[in-house]
């Protein structure tokens, strides 16, 4: 016999990488409208993306050292177009503590064959972060999406480094606060904490960044989705809205439309009061019930967007079943961990979900979990 069934539902229910609506009031204004029927190289389409720049700029208080450039393929397109691009030149640190942090690890010693350093750590832990050589250049991600696990801050990154710091932020940026001054390359992806539509990367280079790509050139070709040089100079072009290929300009005007929402939050600080509030009520769910718990049990290192949760004697099929009970019923869509995690449920808490949709998600839990264990 299956517990009752909770009496409210979440408002939104929400996936466990980002939300299924987006937030209220969306609208699109004249200039949105009449950038969807015309091509990203016409006046209107470059000047649309270069006002995306600008607001992600501007939301992410990054400062004019730093570029930002609109790229293909999603957070993977900017990352490994980064690696590509600027690894070789100096030894390669990679650090995994889950499955994308492995990916890159993947690419480092697989694809590129650069015989990488690889500190790992198992899910739910992160490796030594003072064991770096940055000497070396080093690729880290900032949160762990499928291990609820993130760097506490810049601070081992040392100002005096002699490689390059790659930073895979795509569940981090707007959710936390970053020492640019400390990121040489950072990547993202609109769709995470930002709700938006995936398919577009963004990448971020610093000053060292640019530095090596004009005084560097890798032993290996590039695919043209990857040349950020033009006779030995950066393609300024990248940053200022003229991409590399065609970009889906409906993608581009839903990232506006997601940054002018944030300013009217009040910004970075704004965004970032949502996530940390509903990470608190994350925690308060998971404090009164003795069968669920962190994956990550040091609150310093424990990401506040992409929240990995254990459950009590919980195998794979176990949390299928869970996962499945909260969609059937509309409540809670895609929460189970990713498919290389220990077994558990993923929820997301970032800006663009409602507080109150967490709050209520906390019976819902009780209802499935009773439920799945009665079989």
């Known amino acids: 016999m299956t517990a009752q069934l909770p009496a409210r539902k979440p408002a939104r229910p929400f996936f466990s990488s980002g939300p299924c609506a987006k ?4 609208a699109p204004d004249k200039l949105a409208i009449e950038s969807l029927g015309r091509s990203h190289r016409a006046k209107i389409g470059k ?31 900017a990352f490994e177009m980064a690696m590509w691009t600027m690894l070789g030149a100096r030894p390669v640190t990679t ?9 890159w690890v993947t690419d480092a010693a697989k694809q590129l064959k650069l015989d990488p350093t690889i500190l790992r750590a198992d899910y739910g832990q992160i490796p030594d972060l003072s064991a770096i ?17 993130r760097v506490p801050n810049a601070d081992f990154i040392p100002a005096d480094r002699e490689g390059l710091s790659f930073a895979d932020a795509t569940s981090a940026v707007f959710a936390y606060d970053i020492d640019w001054d400390k ?26 960044a640019v530095e090596r790509l004009e005084t560097y050139t890798p032993a290996w070709p590039l695919p043209k989705v990857f040349r950020l040089v033009s006779k030995g100079k950066l393609a300024e072009g990248v940053f200022k809205g003229e991409t590399i ?11 506006i439309f997601a940054l002018e929402w944030a300013k009217g939050l009040g910004g970075l ?30 609150p310093a290192i424990r990401s506040k967007t992409s929240v990995c949760l254990a459950v009590e004697g919980a195998d794979a099929d176990f949390i299928k079943t869970f996962a499945g009970l909260l969609e059937k019923q509309g409540a809670a869509y895609d929460v189970a961990g990713y498919r290389d995690a220990p077994p558990g449920l993923r929820i997301w808490c970032g800006a663009t979900v409602n507080v ?20």
């Open 245 to 255: 290929n065609t970009p889906s300009m409906l993608a581009v005007e839903d990232a």
């Open 133 to 149: 050589d940055w000497s070396h250049d080093v690729l880290f991600t900032w949160n762990g999406t499928t291990s609820g696990v």
């Open 47 to 77: 000047s649309r993306l270069q006002y995306c720049i600008d607001l992600m700029r501007e939301v992410l208080q990054l400062p004019d050292t730093h570029r930002i450039g609109i790229v293909p393929g999603s957070d993977t397109g």
């Open 356 to 375: 109150e949709d967490i709050q209520d998600l906390g019976p819902w839990l009780d209802w499935a979990y009773a439920t799945a264990k009665a079989g």
């Open 95 to 103: 650090l995994a503590w889950e499955s994308f942090g492995e990916g």
């Open 183 to 208: 990121i040489d390359v950072a990547t993202f992806s609109w769709q995470k904490v930002l709700g938006g539509e995936g398919g577009h990367g963004v990448l971020i280079l610093g000053p060292r």
């Open 23 to 26: 937030p209220p009031g969306y």
């Open 269 to 298: 600080k704004g965004l970032q009061a949502r996530s940390d509030a509903n990470a608190a009520a994350l925690d308060a769910i998971v404090a009164e019930r003795s069968w669920l718990s962190h994956l990550c049990a040091d």
